[in-house]
């Protein structure tokens, strides 16, 4: 299983941005799947997640209302529309992959990452 994800850079305050993560040796309906960031100095926080049949998304209170998780199952592809970003979400963001299926909300623990795409918010 390879994630890779792209679509970072640098924004200002106010901006906004697409990542996208796009999967190879899996489908992503073969599990629950998300978004993590890791900020300089601190440790890895979880982002978004969307479930496996992409009907449940969960977010992290930080991004809530800003960022959007979604997928198109075509082209096994999941994204992290971005809005209204801030400074302080300035981090490098991983995607990952889980081999659950959840029922209710879906998971935040993943068994394969991608190697990430640095995001940059200036004030």
């Known amino acids: 299983v390879q994630l890779q994800a792209f679509g970072g850079g640098l924004v200002q305050a106010g901006g906004s941005l697409r990542l996208s993560c796009a999967a190879s040796?899996?489908?992503?309906?073969?599990?629950?799947m998300g978004w993590a960031r890791q900020a300089p100095g601190k440790e890895r926080e979880f982002v978004a997640a969307?479930?496996?049949?992409?009907?449940?998304?969960d977010y992290a209170d930080s991004v809530k209302g800003r960022f959007t998780i979604s997928r198109d199952n075509a082209k096994n592809t999941m994204y992290l529309q971005m809005y209204s970003l801030k400074p302080e979400d300035t981090a490098v963001y991983y995607c990952?992959?889980?081999?659950?299926?959840?029922?209710?909300?879906?998971?935040?623990?993943?068994?394969?990452w991608g190697q990430g795409t640095q995001v940059t918010v200036s004030s």
């Open positions: 040796g899996r489908t992503l309906r073969d599990g629950d």
């Open positions: 969307i479930s496996w049949s992409g009907g449940r998304t």
């Open positions: 990952a992959a889980s081999h659950r299926k959840t029922i209710g909300a879906p998971t935040r623990s993943y068994a394969y």
